[in-house]
């Protein structure tokens, strides 16, 4: 169950659209590692699966597993286990015959091949539910036995086509626990694709950002939020923050101040912008008249997110007109609950090294 | 923190509910009629059945009658006269040769129809409105005049008549299977058989063991209107069969076209109606058997894994339930 997969310059093109729906896609998925595939609708996160499945072909370009290329085997000679969003449980078969199904194609005896099934049943929770008709399941128990079901055709690689989305969110999170336990008993490699954020970091290892056809970025998740290669990458990762500069010394200016960054990020010299979550922005009410060795700015909206609330800040230019810092710059940042701030307050505000990095268009 | 929680909410199911609703029953539905409507439903399907049946008795009535003068209400002679001049007219032969023909004609239109909706309805066919078209044609066509041309063509191609007999019905029986089998792949998700193929069935077996037990339910409805064209056919019959083909209709319209046969086209036309309602019937039977509504199990089933889950996902909340 555990390959590795390869897409080298994969490109789709469908007869009637202009534009390709993916273009010359390159994403390596290590034995055992789960990436999701993160991007909007249209970005052709599901034509990148039917491509790895054999569901449709490609029209150039390799998808390798374990280094052999697969790109003219038929869907059924591939191994690559399935699950859409809709579980898709065949009707006409009992829940034990779904999972059973696989066994049941490629030979295995109808007895042989049911009690596997009940394994794969018990590892998704539902042992003993094998007999009932899959009419008489709940949603969340439906997709469990899908999951089962392209288990216990011992794939490659498992291939999970926003499965979990058509679930409400408590169901959702049971879901990403049962996805962990699959992966700590079989370690399978799974390709996830997702329009949920969260959702990609809770399960994935590594996360591919796609859009419009094209991978954007493939990092890990801490990577692709806090280092995004690009802006559309920070946009499509929920990022707020874009303040404008350059980038002198090692250092970001702008209006807000001199930032130091990190050693290992790109220093050289030139015009950038930079980009910090808002999660990672630490803010401190000040009082009226006091003083502080931060950056310091006014409070310009507060929208409630939950229990936390996202504050908008805006600073003052600080520079002369024509240099860095020339310009007003604004600053989302999301402020824990128990802090009282208010519009029109002065906080200081504190960008940790690690969170802060820069991006050059 | 959820021990009282827990003493109102845990397992709603083994708190006798009585007649009270329980989470995820719906209720009675909208379609349920009440009162005046109910009274409404009973009354129309009773005279729809009537309208149905009542035709039948005079039938029935005849069939076992020897005389029936005029003003008299019931037969004054029974007997079964009407029986054994019926088989004296080939009747059981003509019966046979009906229901091979139905179901030769079924056999061929089904697959061909069932072919043609797919192709239409899954966007493979590059004007799929114009050539739905075509295909309802023969429906619109006034059978007389399509016939008479066909007939020459045949004579002239050297098609003998029991082919050219055939292929022509299974032309004008293909508008009903296409039609009844393009409703069934309208609402088909095809990801069925993609996810089979997934899981390592070739074509031919998804072919066998996903898809046509998907439609299967369609299938049965167009092979049974194509064997209705097959069984009740008469024009073609009489024309491109050439009289070599002696089937049931034409029995039973040599029949009626005598005087003083009444008894035997009862018989006949009775014989004619048997299989359709047979195959209605056994259709109808297997239909309710396979679309029985299950209730959806609610969501709070007491062995649900979201409130049995391994301890692992819940650590802190042993006696947790939602």
């Known amino acids: 169950m555990t390959s590795h997969l390869l897409l080298d310059g994969v490109s789709k093109r469908f007869s009637n659209d202009h534009a390709p729906a993916l273009d010359a896609v390159t994403l390596d998925v290590a034995a055992g590692s789960c990436t999701a595939i993160l991007g909007p609708s249209g970005s052709g996160k599901s034509t990148i699966l039917r491509v790895m499945a054999g569901l449709d072909p490609v029209t150039s370009g390799q998808v390798l597993v374990d280094g052999v290329d697969v790109a003219g085997l038929a869907p059924e000679r591939r191994g690559m286990g399935m699950v859409f969003q809709r579980p898709l449980l065949f009707p006409h078969l009992s829940v034990l015959d779904n999972v059973a199904f696989a066994d049941r194609v490629s030979g295995v005896p109808r007895a042989v091949a ?29 997709q469990r036995v899908a999951i089962a079901r392209a288990l216990a055709a011992r794939p490659r690689v498992l291939l999970l086509d926003e499965p979990f989305s058509a679930l409400d969110p408590e169901l959702r999170s049971d879901m990403h626990g049962l996805i962990d336990d699959i992966r700590s008993a079989l370690s399978p490699t799974i390709v996830l694709v997702t329009h949920d954020r969260d959702e ?118 600080a520079g002369a007109a024509g240099t860095a810092g020339a310009a007003d710059a604004e600053l989302n940042a999301e402020l824990p609950p128990g802090q009282c701030v208010e519009v029109g307050s002065r906080v200081a505000v504190t960008l940790p090294p690690a969170a802060v990095s820069t991006v050059r268009e | 923190m959820t021990i009282q929680a827990r003493s109102v909410t845990a397992d709603p199911q083994r708190a006798d509910a009585g007649r009270l609703r329980l989470p995820g029953d719906p209720g009675p539905r909208l379609t349920d009629s ?35 003068s005029f003003p008299e209400v019931l037969p004054t002679v029974w007997g079964i006269d009407g029986l054994e001049s019926s088989i004296a007219q080939g009747a059981v032969p003509a019966f046979w040769r009906s229901l091979l023909l139905g179901l030769v004609v079924a056999a061929i239109a089904t697959p061909l129809g069932a072919a043609a909706a797919r192709a239409l309805t899954m966007g493979t066919v590059r004007w799929p409105r114009a050539v739905g078209l075509v295909l309802l044609a023969p429906v619109a066509l006034p059978p007389f005049a399509a016939v008479m041309g066909l007939n020459v063509v045949l004579l002239r191609a050297y098609v003998p008549p029991l082919v050219g007999l055939v292929l022509v019905l299974v032309v004008i029986a293909l508008p009903y299977t296409t039609f009844a089998m393009r409703v069934a792949y309208a609402a088909h998700d095809i990801r069925f058989e993609e996810e089979a193929r997934t899981l390592g069935a070739s074509p031919w077996t998804v072919l066998w063991r996903i898809h046509i037990p998907l439609v299967a339910p369609a299938l049965a409805r167009a092979a049974f209107l194509a064997f209705l064209v097959g069984w009740s056919d008469y024009i073609v019959t009489v024309i491109i069969g050439g009289g070599a083909v002696v089937t049931l209709p034409l029995v039973i319209a040599s029949s009626a076209a005598g005087i003083g046969n009444d008894s035997a086209v009862a018989i006949l036309s009775l014989t004619a109606i048997l299989p359709p309602l047979t195959l209605l019937l056994l259709l ?33 909340e042993p006696g947790a339930t939602r």
Do not use: K
């Open chain 1, 114 to 142: 049911r009690l596997n099934a009940g394994l794969y049943l018990d590892m998704v929770q539902l042992g003993g539910y094998g007999r009932r008709s899959v009419r008489e399941l709940s949603g969340g128990q439906e």
């Open chain 2, 284 to 316: 109808g039977l297997a239909g309710r058997r396979s679309a029985r509504p299950r209730r959806r199990r609610p969501d709070t089933d007491p062995v649900d894994p979201r409130t049995a889950r391994s301890p692992r996902s819940r650590p802190h």
């Open chain 2, 34 to 68: 009440r009162g005046a409507g109910r009274v409404g439903r009973v009354l129309s399907a009773t005279l729809l059945a009537a309208w149905f049946l009542v035709p039948l008795v005079p039938l029935a009535l005849w069939a076992f009658a020897d005389r029936w």
């Open chain 1, 200 to 317: 990609a970091s809770a399960v994935a290892d590594r996360i591919a950002v796609l859009h419009e056809g094209e991978l954007l970025q493939h990092d890990t998740v801490d990577g692709v939020y806090t280092r995004p290669g690009s802006l559309r990458v920070a946009r499509l990762m929920g990022g707020l923050n874009e303040v404008p500069g350059i980038i002198v010394d090692g250092a970001h200016l702008s209006a807000l101040g001199r930032i130091r960054l990190d050693a290992g990020r790109d220093v050289s010299a030139g015009p950038a912008t930079l980009v910090v979550r808002q999660e990672a922005v630490g803010v401190r009410a000040l009082g009226a008249e006091e003083a502080s060795d931060g950056v310091v700015g006014i409070v310009t909206g507060i929208r409630h997110l939950g229990p936390r609330r996202l504050l908008t800040i805006r600073f003052r230019a």
